[in-house]
């Protein structure tokens, strides 16, 4: 299971960190993943990192200002977002995928495999 949290309203210009807690599976194993969709618009990837190296990919539009990571002893992903800005308001969810070698412009395009109910983030300019 995988449940996202540490959404809210932040002014333009603010951050904001999203957790991630993951349970029952093994992350290890895992690539995981932030996705976004706001009203009316179709799902983003926002950003991705595979456990077996650590690599991580960022999507344009946040590369910069994004951050993926994960504690393994909490078994937490995060999605540190700095200068926020009104077009990042959305719903984020995190999502996990068994294959653990894909590209991160893939996972990004093609989603994961299972997801976690979604945070909101509104961003007010």
């Known amino acids: 299971q995988l449940q996202a949290s540490g959404g809210g309203l932040v002014q333009a210009g603010g951050s904001l960190i999203l957790s991630c807690a993951a349970s029952?599976?093994?992350?290890?194993?895992?690539?995981i993943g932030w996705f976004r969709q706001a009203p009316g618009k179709e799902r983003e990837g926002v950003s991705c990192m595979r456990s077996h190296d650590g690599s991580t990919y960022y999507s344009e539009s946040v590369k910069g200002r994004f951050t993926i990571s994960w504690d393994n002893a909490k078994k937490t992903a995060y999605l540190q977002m700095t200068n926020l800005k009104p077009e990042d308001t959305a719903v984020y969810s995190c999502a996990a995928d068994p294959i653990n070698y894909y590209s991160g412009p893939y996972y990004l395009l093609r989603g994961m495999d299972y997801w976690g109910k979604g945070t909101l983030v509104t961003v007010s300019s």
């Open positions: 029952g599976f093994v992350f290890n194993n895992y690539a």
